[in-house]
């Protein structure tokens, strides 16, 4: 069984204030860029303990949120109670699992730089929707590796998002933009929080 990396940092992850400023940013940008509807269903892959679902579940139906890390999930479920919408987990791994459902959105937030292979993710991203679903992926731009003080599971410093919108337009993407969502503050330096937009037809 693989190891829980996030394991020892689940039952504190929401008590750091940026990580939480940083969702609900994000969620705003979604929400401002796409035309979410009560009866939608999204999956969050990447989940965690599911800040960025919670500020995206009074506009939803459902969210299905999608993590290898099953401590994690645990935080999220703990939570459901306080979640405007209907919310299941999944223990799994996205990027090599196969997910038998197929959804109006999927979104992330810090979770491609933890992933390796992107292309292929987002071929499974694409089948995973449904007609005139949509992509809304945030993560880092391309940073020094010094965002994390432990790259373990980190595969990617960030990403240029001019390649990433390349990567999602020969996906079968279009409408492919992106912008800023948020900027971390590190006592180092500044780290650009980008979010990817995309369509589906």
């Known amino acids: 069984m693989k190891r829980d990396l996030f394991a020892h ?25 796409i035309e979410l509807k009560e009866e939608m269903k999204l999956l969050d892959v990447g989940v965690g303990t599911g800040l960025l ?9 459902e969210i299905v949120g999608v993590d290898n890390s099953a401590s994690m999930l645990n935080e999220f479920l703990n939570k459901k109670d306080d979640f405007k919408c209907k919310i299941r987990a999944l223990n799994l791994d996205i990027s090599k699992d196969t997910l038998n459902e197929q959804f109006d959105g999927v979104v992330s937030t810090m979770t491609l730089h933890h992933i390796k292979d992107i292309e292929p993710l987002f071929i499974k991203f694409k089948k995973l929707l449904k007609k005139d ?20 599971g980190v595969y990617h410093f960030g990403f240029d998002f001019k390649t990433l919108a390349k990567i999602a337009k020969d996906a079968g993407f279009s409408e492919v933009r992106y912008k800023l969502a948020y900027v ?10 980008n979010l990817l937009v995309a369509k589906s037809l």
């Open 9 to 33: 940092k689940s039952k504190d992850w929401d008590k750091l204030s940026r990580r939480v400023q940083s969702a609900k940013a994000v969620a705003n940008l979604i929400a401002n860029e």
């Open 53 to 61: 679902s919670y500020f995206l579940a009074p506009f939803v139906r």
């Open 133 to 152: 679903g949509f992509i809304a992926l945030a993560d880092l731009e391309s940073e020094d590796g010094t965002f994390h003080s432990n790259n373990s």
């Open 184 to 193: 971390v503050k590190k006592e180092h330096r500044d780290f650009n929080v």
